[in-house]
């Protein structure tokens, strides 16, 4: 299906796997995990919803690898330049990608990624030493913050907000929302994607948003007003949600 054929390596992101990109497909290389197979039940699921999204061409298991093969979703990514310096464009799609999220009937979803699941696994990861503080935001852990993650886990754990569940990307940034003709075309990277709090993603899509304009990741964009999102929302920011979903992501 691929063999022979050439690729580049794309290493966008944090997510620790090898990523091949092929004229017309994705190849994903990653240690096994068991959580993993939730992953392509969910992608199936998703096809099922009609939710612009990798499709699942073949998955094999090798040892302690796993390949999926995906279909490559077209379009480019919204924090490719070319749409940075459109923000109406950009945001507007970023909010259009959440609503079409958001109306998708979750009644059969195959995932629940709750605040039960995250909590669950953030202190399976402090209690191995698996966060990495070197990635958190500066003010996290430093004077007048937290201690350290586990600190931060017990706040986490004692002020759990009030979900309102749809269904989740997980991981919803810039470089997993994609554009095409100034419009939203499709998401990439659902592996977190599930039930779960619409702020999760609301929090993670603002926090991007802001960091892509404001140097963090190299270039400044100071046309671009990150509150623009909930206005494209037509919600008003809950800033504490918001707050405890960044502060939760420092955990991952």
Do not use: Q
């Amino acid at each position: 299906m691929i063999k022979g054929k050439p690729y580049t390596v794309d290493d966008t992101g944090m997510s620790g796997s090898t990523v091949l990109i092929f004229d017309d497909a994705v190849l994903k290389i990653v240690r096994f995990r068991e959580r993993n197979e939730a992953v392509i039940r969910m992608m199936r699921w998703l096809e099922e919803k009609n939710v612009p999204a990798p499709r699942v061409l073949a998955y094999e298991k090798e040892g302690e690898k796993e390949y999926l093969l995906m279909s490559k979703v077209p379009g480019k990514m919204s924090c490719d330049p070319y749409y940075m310096k459109r923000p109406e464009e950009m945001i507007k799609a970023l909010a259009d990608g959440m609503k079409l999220l958001w109306s998708v009937d979750i009644s059969d979803c195959p995932r629940i990624m709750d605040l039960d699941v995250e909590l669950k696994e953030a202190r399976y990861r402090v209690e191995n030493g698996l966060v990495d503080l070197e990635n958190a935001e500066p003010e996290t852990f430093a004077e007048g913050g937290f201690k350290d993650a586990a600190e931060l886990l017990t706040w986490l754990e004692e002020h759990r907000p009030e979900s309102e569940p749809v269904l989740s990307h997980g991981d919803y940034c810039l470089p997993n929302v994609l554009m095409e003709d100034g419009k939203f075309k499709g998401f990439i990277d659902l592996a977190e994607a599930g039930v779960g709090d619409k702020w999760r993603d609301i929090a993670l899509g603002y926090r991007s948003l802001k960091h892509n304009a404001d140097g963090t990741y190299g270039k400044t964009y100071p046309e671009i007003d990150p509150n623009m999102l909930f206005e494209e929302l037509g919600i008003k920011p809950d800033w504490d949600k918001i707050n405890y979903y960044i502060l939760l992501d420092e955990l991952f």
